[in-house]
Nanobody, 125 residues
Framework: QVQLVESGGGLVQAGGSLRLSCAASGRTLSSYAMGWFRQAPGKEREFVASITWSRSIAYYADFVKGRFTISRDNAKNTVYLQMNSLKPEDTAVYYC??????????????????WGQGTQVTVSS
């Protein structure tokens, strides 16, 4: 079993930055794919970014390319999402997710086994 806890959300003005963290416990994530998703009110949960644990291969949704960066710290069993140049449309609850026994990128909600509780990101105009 894997537990994921997100932190780092908050209120920021458009153009600002936030760094989200996802701390994992329960087991080491050496063979896990990790992802960030977001869900705005009234909308479906959507893919933001994913990273492989062992190879650090990253993949992004088009709407965050060049603005967001996903990374991981193996020693801390933590994944990060650095978000720069934030826009009001980035406002959502951001979720961390983990998929076991995977060395490839995963971009679909159903591909993930474990989810965090989410952290709210609000970008004001």
């Amino acid at each position: 079993q894997v537990q994921l806890v997100e932190s780092g959300g908050g209120l920021v003005q458009a153009g600002g930055s936030l760094r989200l963290s996802c701390a994992a416990s329960g087991r080491t994530l050496s063979s896990y794919a990790m992802g960030w998703f977001r869900q705005a009110p009234g909308k479906e949960r959507e893919f933001v970014a994913s990273i492989t644990w062992s190879r650090s291969i990253a993949y992004y949704a088009d709407f965050v390319k060049g603005r967001f960066t996903i990374s991981r710290d193996n020693a801390k069993n933590t994944v990060y999402l650095q978000m720069n140049s934030l826009k009001p449309e980035d406002t959502a609850v951001y979720y961390c997710a983990a998929r076991g026994d995977s060395i490839t990128i995963k971009i679909r909600v159903w591909e993930y086994d474990y989810w965090g509780q989410g952290t709210q990101v609000t970008v004001s105009s």
